[in-house]
């Protein structure tokens, strides 16, 4: 784990995408989801660091500094995650939409998963 100056310890994840990535297309080729899997989805989530989680995104919801995700909100219990991506031999930041997505799915997910059981359970 790296320290990044002034703002206690930092997250970073280094995104490689693969080249069969998922796309917009190809999204609902993956078939149902089985009540394992859905249970091994919501299980990753409660392991998550707590939420919420909030993007600031550098130009757009603040001025000076780095993009980053405040996780737990401003307390600072939890470290801030950095995302970068790596574009060559350098790292750069995330998109601003990829900050967004990662911070919103938080609590998406949760959401999400909460909807396929009630919709499960009418259906049943």
Known sequence: MNVHPGAGTMVSWICR?????????????YGPIEADELDAIEARCRAASTPPWEPFIEGRD????????RIGGLDDSEADMYVSRAIGQRLVPASAADHDFI?????????????????????A
């Open 62 to 69: 603040h001025d000076s500094g780095d993009t980053f995700i």
């Open 103 to 123: 911070a919103h799915a938080r609590t998406d997910i949760p959401r999400l998963i909460a909807e396929i059981r009630r919709l499960r359970s009418e259906l």
């Open 17 to 29: 995408l693969p080249a069969d990535r998922a796309t917009e297309d190809n999204m609902a080729d």
